[in-house]
């Protein structure tokens, strides 16, 4: 069978200039999207270049099972809000228009444009065009214009990611959003798009991906298409979304409760999902190559105004009864925070962080511009919302700078009530909370407090695919690795073992790892837990009481570092793996900071 | 404790109906679409040999009506007195037809003009009859999967879609076999189910201003 070659389509924002790259040969190596990103980011840009400059690249990434395991696209780039590396996955059709436009390890963009544009790929058709009519304009218009605009153009519907405000105006946890309901919200990729003058990509790919044996993949693809086994799942999936997590978890003591505070609360019951399924689910969609759609957009007309969006677990889950509150005001606060473009789940610990201050006196009226900023009040967190999106007045633009920068604001005082890991909220998957909760994984992550940093990833987000739409896979052919092996054999024509799929998994996360320790990441300095977590305990509805030991604490991160992360007891990746690899390059350069087992 | 008892059959029970007799087509339950794209995988390959989407007789579009809404349309297979590709084909007789043997619409390829005319197309109030510019400019319509010819309908786009939000059906049994009322263009589907979001038509922009 014959191998695919792999294609790159490079765009330089500064020379306006673009071109397709052959990048097979680190395909191989690293496979697409996530995997292919990190040798881009170490190769492109110089340690320690600003994460808001020209030097930064963002990458677009997409690999061989984009379209075919869900839809999944990956952003990667240096995150302003860490410093360290970033990326962000969103759903959607984007991934799979770009893989059709034959462009199978997506879209690098780099440099920055001289004014706001936007970029527009159809097929071989490659142009940098001018936005400033889009540019200041609010998510919903932003894309709903330019669809238009480029369907009265060509007679199509291109798929369009794109940045609100907060991404112009460079808030360090901006996300880029498409469809309006999909988003890569994570570690500020809205914000690197932002400082590109880049307002949206729009893609329209009619070439078709290139497969190694289409028969093949077909013959896998449609025995999960038409499984029983996947329309268990799809009963489920298609009419909760992701909903069912946030309610479960804010009575299990895993998700945030005023400020972090509370383990549980009856506020918890006003996440109704039933409720909110009945009264406002509107339709379900889902991505190319998912059988098992779960987008499960909500529509409210009411006498406050017309709300529409999609809760999932990271854009509602951290705030809702962080900030108490249930379903019914989130349809209101997620619809505008879907519209100016910010990560939902930084806001959770953010604006309940703020409440909390406001409540302790550490910030004033005078400080938030005139808000009475009280625990549940949907007016006065809607206007903190716009006000951290423009950046106005003095405590909302401290804010939107995330919580390290802010602590410089609002004093020593403000920090033990914040309740951050690596600098990056942590309001969902309460790190306490030992069952349910994401202590160890968040504090041992080097990208920020947030899922998708373990060794898992590399293979998930290099081929990528999506956990969601492989879960009936899990059960019809096996592991991720196992399911990646099966389909990236037929799709690029490879003869992967199950240990080339895990050195390829442990490669990818390795590599991540070590552009955080390029960047300054240091684990026996920052894998920590927020203070609250061994002072503060919390009680779940049914009675079981969480908190941290410190020397509990010490003793289990190691045990994670050294079992599930395949790292030394310090946090660090051993250097003979490194060389098995073919890692060794990043040896002479992480060495001499201590990044070395 | 029992055991729930297992349906039998491999597929999710759709693919144990028995398929419509006499004259059919492919019914789209567009509230039911995700736009998952599966039924154009499944038209490509078997047309083409190749998942392409581009290259299926079945379309999907997702539109923003505001929200995402997937949105699917494929031939009616017309009933004579209501059908608009056939009476616009200038060749004589038509190169596309629906043929009374095998209960499809047909595209003859060697007579077909191909994409300099595409008055079929034009004529279709739902342009339902496709190709690709540089793949296939040769025109391709819906023929229920009977490549050959020979009568043997099965449309895989049915088989595979998992929301059944198609249908394999007939309405002779009702009685009333037309479908002017299915026969419409993704756009004007797209307009119809904007209405459900009303005052959010897809033309309107909107900001989410909560009134106090």
Not at chain 1, 100 to 115: E, P, Q
Not at chain 1, 124 to 139: C, F, M, N, Y
Request: proline share 5%.
């Amino acid at each position: 069978m014959a191998e695919i070659s792999f294609k790159l389509l490079e765009v330089d924002l500064t020379q306006r200039t673009s071109r397709v790259l052959d990048v097979t040969e680190d395909a191989k190596k690293y496979l697409g999207a996530r995997g292919l990103a990190n040798k881009l980011i170490w190769d492109q840009v110089p340690q320690g270049t600003d994460p808001l400059s020209e030097g930064n690249i963002l990458h677009v990434g997409v690999g061989p099972l984009t379209g075919l395991v869900g839809s999944k696209t990956i952003l990667s780039f240096m995150s302003p809000l860490t410093g360290w590396v970033g990326r962000s996955a969103v759903s959607g059709d984007i991934g799979d228009q770009i893989v059709r436009a034959s462009y199978n390890t997506g879209i690098l963009i780099k440099g920055k444009a001289d004014k706001p544009v936007y970029l527009y790929v159809y097929d071989d058709r490659v142009e940098i065009r001018d936005a400033s009519h889009l540019w200041g304009e609010w998510k919903q218009k932003t894309e709903v214009v330019l669809s238009d605009e480029l369907n009265q153009e060509t007679g199509e519907i291109f798929s369009i990611l794109s940045i609100g405000p907060a991404g112009e105006n460079l808030v360090r946890y901006a996300n880029i959003t498409t469809e309006f309901i999909h988003s890569a919200s994570k570690w500020g990729c809205g914000a690197v798009m932002g400082s590109k003058n880049l307002k949206a990509i729009a893609v329209r790919g009619t070439l078709g991906a290139e497969y190694a044996n289409h028969a093949k993949v077909w013959n896998l693809f449609k025995e999960y298409a038409t499984s029983p086994v996947t329309m268990s799942f799809k009963l489920h999936d298609s009419r909760w979304g992701r909903t069912t997590s946030i309610a479960a978890l804010s009575r299990y003591a895993a998700e945030g409760i005023k400020n972090s505070h509370l383990g549980y609360h009856e506020i918890a019951e006003q996440s109704d999902l039933h409720a909110h399924e009945i009264k406002y689910h509107i339709w379900t969609v889902g991505c190319p190559g998912c059988a098992n759609a779960c987008k499960v957009p909500f529509f409210k007309n009411s006498p406050n105004g017309v709300f529409a969006g999609e809760f999932r677990h990271d854009n509602t889950g951290g705030l809702n009864q962080n900030i108490m509150m249930g379903f019914e005001e989130m349809t209101e606060i997620s619809a505008l925070i879907d519209e100016l473009g910010m990560d939902g789940e930084e806001l959770g610990g953010l604006v309940a962080w703020a409440m909390d201050l406001y409540e302790h006196k550490i910030i004033t009226k005078d400080d938030l511009g005139g808000i009475d900023l009280q625990w549940g009040d949907v007016q006065a967190t809607c206007d903190l919302l716009k006000k951290i999106a423009y950046k106005e007045d003095r405590a909302p633009a401290a804010l939107a700078e995330g919580f390290r920068h802010a602590y410089s604001i609002f004093g020593k005082e403000s920090e033990f009530l914040a309740w951050e890991v690596h600098g990056c909220a942590s309001p969902t998957y309460d790190v306490r909370n030992k069952d349910r909760g994401n202590g160890l994984a968040f504090a041992t992550s080097h990208n920020g407090a947030r899922m998708g940093s373990g060794i898992g990833s590399g293979i998930t987000e290099a081929a990528p695919f999506c956990i969601f739409a492989s879960m009936p896979l899990n059960r019809i052919i096996g592991s991720n690795e196992e399911i990646a092996r099966v389909y990236l054999n037929a799709a690029c024509g490879w003869d992967l073992t199950i240990d080339d799929i895990t050195d390829i998994s442990l490669r990818n996360y390795y590599f991540n790892r070590c552009l955080s320790l390029r960047e300054g990441y240091n684990p026996a300095k920052d894998d920590y837990l927020p203070p609250r977590a061994f002072d503060e305990p919390i009680t779940d509805k049914y009675g079981t009481t969480w908190v941290w030991d410190r020397n509990e604490f010490e003793e289990e991160k190691k045990k994670y570092y050294v079992n599930s992360l395949k790292l030394t007891e310090t946090g660090l990746p051993p250097r003979g793996e490194l060389e098995r690899l073919g890692l060794g390059f990043v040896i002479p350069v992480i060495e001499p900071m201590g990044g070395i087992g | 404790m029992t055991e729930a008892k297992k349906p039998e059959g491999k597929s999710w029970g759709k693919g144990n109906y028995p398929h419509p007799r006499g004259v059919a087509f492919i019914e789209c339950d567009e509230m039911k679409c995700t736009g998952c794209g599966i039924c154009q995988m499944a038209c490509s390959i078997r047309h083409f040999g190749v998942i392409n989407k581009d290259l299926s007789r079945i379309q999907v579009r997702k539109y923003l009506l505001p929200l995402s809404k997937g949105i699917q349309m494929t031939c009616s297979q017309c009933q004579e007195e209501e059908r608009q590709c056939q009476p616009a084909c200038p060749v004589d007789p038509p190169a596309i037809y629906f043929d009374n043997d095998t209960l499809h619409m047909v595209i003859d390829n060697e007579r077909c003009l191909g994409e300099t005319c595409m008055k079929c197309r034009e004529a279709c109030s739902s342009k339902a009859i496709r190709n690709h510019p540089t793949l296939s400019p040769i025109p391709f319509v819906c023929d229920l999967c009977d490549t050959e010819n020979n009568g043997n309908l099965n449309p895989q786009c049915v088989e595979v879609c998992p929301t059944e939000a198609l249908y394999f059906k007939t309405l002779e049994a009702w009685g009333y076999p037309l479908r002017d009322f299915t026969r419409k263009h993704l756009d004007e589907k797209a307009d119809l189910i904007s209405k459900r979001l009303y005052p959010l038509p897809k033309d309107v922009v909107w900001q989410p201003v909560r009134r106090s």
